[in-house]
């Protein structure tokens, strides 16, 4: 089944009926559902669709498969050999849109390019052969190209950037990210919130790693036959992932390993995988930063500040964190067929902690942002969402600014078997006064895995509405 991104398939299928040429760019990582997007886009597509996705093979090869995608989409057409080149191939393309011109969107050509940089790799006079193609041809109103990658740096670079081929000639581009937490739970719709909240903890937000729990069994089951199994997709994923994307450079799965196991400042990441200073590690940070594996953050007050050394570094991926912390080190076990014991000894007492922070913690500021496009929070607006941490060991789970870079929001997140009470409150306030957010109109949210105490639904409904937030989660999802 096809979940959700319901706003990118609209923007999509509008391209496909539009009454202009379209050059779509769709990236992100790999796993994060592009290919599925884009055949749930241009499924029962009028026209003629043309949909190849490109591997890791010759230029050769490649054509032979590109020949084949346009066989299958124009099957009434005799072509005796394949394209001799993928110049040829484009300007057989622009042939049936001018072709298909009378027709106008009842007829368009659709081209599909799925994994555009295994093609560039091959043709790397591609691009610039596409930016001319385009510039003749872009006046076809039948002509729609899509293009998607999951190197997003070489997208950003090689498509996007102000230097690239391509630079201003795409009509519209969009960088697809991971599932939210209310997102990745309509995998599990038999699931009890708690237990769709855990999966998100295990899974993040990838529809390709979500897809392989089967619903209908349970937790544990799915994580010891997907996870803690040899020779299953999720439990290779991490491998494949830097091999592809980091060509397996040791010091990556070192770095993702020591930032899993607690080393979040750069000094301390150094430090866990035996370098001198957290110089001898900021290229790869960088790096790793681009691809989305790892987020640097400072405290939300601070972004604003390039040079802030308050960085802490998290793995952006709930299961690539999952993966490194509890299944990188028990390989071993795992290859001698004891996943359920690791589980039973190692994951299943520490998965509530875990899930705590950073999971429950970023599901809490996702539900900030839902609520905020759901207009159900009144009055408030913000533009940022974060954390913040200082004044010794304060921490702020939850902290929202508004355009001014004012505090307007503060909460905290509470993943633990007690309903949420008054001392709770108390507290968020004590640590919202010692950062200087106490503002006259300040607003408090409290985000509870097990609800609230009679004592502070009370408090809250004798204040002044909006002033405290009190969020459950059959709140959060319902958002």
């Known amino acids: 089944m096809f979940y959700n991104r319901s706003a990118e398939l609209e923007v999509l299928r509008n391209a496909i009926g539009s009454s202009r040429g379209e050059m779509a760019i769709v990236y992100g990582r790999r796993g994060v559902g592009k290919t599925a997007l884009l055949r749930e886009a241009v499924r029962g597509a009028p026209g003629h669709v043309i949909f190849y996705r490109a591997t890791r093979r010759t230029l050769s090869m490649q054509l032979d498969t590109i020949t084949q995608a346009v066989r299958s989409a124009f099957p009434d057409d005799f072509i005796p050999q394949s394209f001799e080149t993928t110049d040829v191939f484009l300007r057989f393309v622009a042939h049936k849109a001018a072709q298909a011109a009378p027709h106008g969107a009842s007829e368009p050509i659709v081209l599909v390019i799925d994994e555009l940089p295994y093609l560039a790799a091959e043709d790397p006079g ?27 740096a070489f997208m950003e670079r090689s498509v996007l950037d102000v230097n690239a081929p391509l630079y201003n000639r795409r009509t519209c581009s969009l960088r697809l990210m991971p599932m939210d937490y209310a997102e ?16 998100y903890a295990i899974l993040g937000g990838m529809p390709s790693y979500l897809e392989q729990f089967d619903p209908n069994e349970s937790i544990e089951r799915n994580v010891v036959g997907t996870v803690f199994r040899q020779n299953t997709y999720l439990s290779e994923e991490p491998d494949w992932l830097l091999m592809e994307d980091l060509r397996r450079d040791a010091v990556y799965g070192s770095i993702l390993r020591a930032v899993a196991t607690g080393n979040r400042k750069p000094s301390d990441i150094a430090r866990a995988i035996g370098r001198q200073s957290a110089q001898d590690v900021s290229s790869q940070l960088a790096t790793m930063q681009e691809l989305g594996l790892l987020d640097r953050e400072v405290p939300v007050t601070e972004r604003r500040n390039a040079r802030s050394r308050k960085s802490l570094y998290s793995i952006a991926d709930n299961y690539l964190d999952f993966w490194f912390r509890y299944v990188d080190p028990a390989r071993g076990a795992i290859s001698r067929g004891m996943g359920a014991e690791i589980w039973q000894r190692t994951v299943q007492p520490a998965l509530n902690a875990y899930a705590s922070r950073p999971a429950f913690e970023r599901a809490c500021r996702q539900c900030l942002w839902r609520a905020l496009s ?104 319902s958002v």
């Open 126 to 152: 591609f691009l610039t052969s596409l930016q001319h193609w385009w510039d003749d041809h872009k006046r076809l109103a039948t002509i729609k190209v899509f293009m998607t990658g999951s190197y997003v």
């Open 184 to 199: 990745a739970a309509l995998f599990f719709p038999g699931y009890s919130l708690e237990h769709r909240l855990l999966v």
């Open 374 to 477: 759901a207009g159900t929070l009144g009055d408030l607006r913000f533009v940022e969402v974060g954390s913040w941490w200082g004044a010794g060991d304060r921490e702020i789970d939850v902290v929202a600014l508004d355009q001014s870079g004012k505090v307007v929001l503060v909460g905290s997140c509470k993943w633990t078997t007690a309903q949420a009470d008054v001392g709770d409150y108390a507290a968020l306030q004590r640590d919202a006064a010692i950062a200087g957010f106490a503002a006259e109109d300040l607003r408090l949210a409290l985000f509870s895995r097990n609800g609230f105490t009679d004592r502070i639904r009370a408090l809250a409904d004798a204040q002044e509405t909006g002033r405290l937030l009190l969020v459950d989660l059959p709140t959060m999802f």
